[in-house]
């Protein structure tokens, strides 16, 4: 999950809010390919929920899952963790492969689901990303990842952003109020060659997914979504202005998210996908 200047995260609001993201993982999982030795990487692990599955497929290698929140490495440490899965308090926006906890060219495999949008979204230390991934992996070693593609939840993006201005910023600071980093597979691949991978696979897929059900509580649903993952383009607003510009949001998603047959309500994922090779 994503270096924040609050840790808005818990493993409960995340579950009510979004419990289908460690769940759509078949396609990346099966590009993961995971062998019995491997050691896997997990960047942006999050309360471990996939970690853990993913060690559990891995019995004689070693999982580490890194995070920047830390209720999130606390569930992660006294749900998820085994004898060959543990993890690790770490900002990966500013990842360093010579620190103690990953060192140089030491795994096999370096994984990522649904976090690199918020790592990658400061400009000035996404470079360096990448470039700490390539030097933790060992040669041949293999940056297997997804993450929201360019257009991912556009109808959110742009009803915060209009919310924001309402709210009296300036557009430049509405945008910049953005807590993510939506790249194309043009972009992507580009970077990825960049650093000095061999890229075997970027695609992009459309994948509109079902909210969870609203709760009482205002944890569920489209609200419990937007007030957790949208934490951050709230911050930017006064206070008194918070509650309102998130009513702005949810109002103008209404028609726009809504299924006329059944009224349940989806948002417009769009999932990248890459494997790149360390040559
Ligand atoms: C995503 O997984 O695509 C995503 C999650 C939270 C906020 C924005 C995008």
């Not at 992660?76 to 308090?89: I, K």
């Not at 297997?144 to 556009?154: D, I, L, P």
């Not at 972009?187 to 075997?200: A, H, N, P, S, Y």
Request: one cysteine or more; hydrophobic letters at 35%.
């Amino acid at each position: 999950m994503p270096a924040q200047t609050q840790d808005h995260w818990t493993s409960a609001k995340y579950q009510s809010a979004a419990s289908f993201v460690p769940k759509l993982t078949t396609t990346v999982l099966s590009y993961l390919d995971i062998q019995p030795t491997d050691r896997i990487l997990d960047i942006g692990c999050g309360d471990g929920q996939l970690t853990s599955q993913i060690a559990q497929a891995t019995p004689q290698g070693q999982v580490l899952g890194l995070d920047a929140s830390h209720s999130f490495i606390t569930t992660a440490n006294q749900n998820n963790s085994s004898t060959n899965c543990s993890y690790h308090l770490q900002d990966c926006t500013v990842l360093s492969a010579s620190s103690d906890a990953v060192g140089e060219g030491s795994w096999d495999k370096v994984f990522s689901n649904a976090a690199l949008h918020w790592i990658l979204r400061p400009s000035a230390t996404r470079e360096n990303v990448f470039h700490e991934i390539h030097r933790a992996l060992k040669p041949g070693g293999s940056f297997v990842f997804e993450m929201g593609g360019k257009g991912n939840v556009a109808e959110i993006q742009a009803a915060f952003t209009a919310a924001l201005v309402h709210a009296g910023l300036s557009i430049q600071e509405a945008r910049e109020a953005c807590p993510w980093f939506f790249p194309s597979v043009d972009w992507m691949r580009e970077t990825l060659e960049g650093v000095g991978f061999e890229v075997v696979k970027c695609e992009s897929e459309y994948r509109p997914t079902k909210l969870n059900p609203e709760r009482e509580d205002g944890s569920g649903g489209i609200e419990g979504w937007l007030r957790l993952m949208g934490a951050r383009f709230l911050e930017a607003v006064d206070e008194g202005k918070k509650e309102g510009g998130l009513k702005e949001v949810g109002d103008v998603l209404e028609s726009v998210i809504t299924r006329e047959e059944d009224g349940s309500r989806w948002i417009g994922y769009v999932r990248l996908r890459a494997v790149a090779r360390k040559k």
